[in-house]
């Protein structure tokens, strides 16, 4: 098992510093194509890429229920490179670059909803939540190095980041085609008939929606903060992309030291709600001390303990998701991240409409967001321990 998880986990982490590496470029790339609107396009970019992550992700989890997990995520990787490809071949085209973002989303749910459900299918429910801390962990230090490789080679140019993003993808596809084995056997497999009779909603259902509800308030707020953070810091203390990409760098960082070294070994079956709520109330803390930053160096640190925080909520909830569900691992995977998704198709575009109205705006929702989620938290508990007594 640690082999194959340490194979997932490369990548993720390899998939992931692709998606990092945007982060700190994408807002001056739109600004030079569309001044006018930058912030509008800027969300809506984000957004469209997780509408199609939230259409796709149970489709491709569902099939993945039928053919296995490794063809699907082999597409998914390959797709994922072929997207940034075109993002770096697009110049200043606002329309090529809304078709990459398009391309990128359809593949994306194929590799991290389906990549849950593999290390679902490996791990026994004793060590559920020590595999999806290596899942966190993977996308946590690929998050990590993503926004710093970005800013360094936005130094080149602003489309270089796009082509490496590229090419790490075509390199894990590469490694993966060699060293990925399948993880659920024929005889697991659903049916054509069973597969259809399934949708992501049945998943939604019993205590397990309060779960799913609380992942899309988590997403949906770091998605504010992501759209936002980089405006606002240009607005208030003049950051540049290399400065962005550095304070999520330590972000990252400070996020993968807690899923590595708490979440993995600490963290036991049962505890999962626990390390949920000191998770929330930490990322509120986080978003509400960004409103008083006035330096690159304070942002940062504040910006690290919003990352500690999310870090112990991601894979408490998707270990509680696959350990209650009653569905196949590949539907209840698909149907988490398409809350996740959700979340990044509407957090962008609130968060430009809240950061157009008042640059404090986004940080004070974000952070009431982290609160109310304490209150579902509370629900899934009371709900779970009536089920299980009846």
Known sequence: MKSKLAIVGLMLFTIFIGFGIIIPVLPELVTEASKESANWHTGAMLAVYSLMSFLLSPVWGGLSERIGR???????????????????????????????RILGGLFSGAVVSCIVAYVADITTEEERTKGMAVVGM???????????????????????????????????????????????????????????????????????????????????SLAILEATLQLFGMEKFGVTPLQVGMMFFFCGLAGALVQGGIVRRRVKRGQEGQYIAIGL??????????????????????????????????????????????????????????????????????????????????????????????????????????????
């Not at 990590?144 to 490496?164: D, K, M, N, Q, V």
């Not at 205590?207 to 997403?219: D, H, I, Q, S």
């Not at 990322?283 to 504040?302: H, I, K, P, Q």
Request: glycine share 12%; proline share 4%; net charge positive.
């Open 70 to 100: 490794r063809p699907v995520i082999m597409m998914g990787v390959m797709g994922f490179a072929i997207s940034f490809l075109l993002f770096g071949l697009s110049g200043d085209n606002i329309v090529i670059m809304y078709a990459s």
């Open 138 to 220: 993977s996308i946590g230090l690929g998050f990590t190095f993503g926004p710093g490789f970005g800013g360094f080679l936005s130094e080149i140019t602003l489309h270089t980041p796009f082509y490496a993003a590229a090419a790490l993808s075509l390199i894990v596809f590469i490694a993966a085609w060699f060293k990925l084995p399948e993880s659920l056997p024929p005889e697991r497999r659903a049916t054509g008939e069973q597969s259809k009779r399934v949708s992501r909603w049945t998943a939604f259902q019993g205590p397990l929606k309060f779960l799913y509800v609380l992942a899309f308030f988590v997403t949906f």
């Open 281 to 390: 109330i930490i990322s509120a803390v986080g978003f509400f001390l960004l409103l008083t930053a006035n330096n690159w160096g304070m942002a940062t640190v504040y910006l690290c303990i919003f990352g500690i925080g999310n870090s112990l909520i991601k894979p408490c909830v998707t270990s509680l998701i696959t350990q209650k569900t009653t569905v196949g691992q590949g539907i209840a995977s698909g149907l988490s991240s398409s809350m996740d998704s959700l979340g990044r198709i509407v957090g962008p575009l609130l968060g430009a409409a809240l950061l157009g109205a008042t640059s404090w705006l986004p940080f004070v929702v974000s952070g009431v967001l982290s609160i109310a989620a304490l209150g579902l938290l509370a629900q899934f508990r009371v709900q779970d321990r009536q089920k299980a007594q009846a």
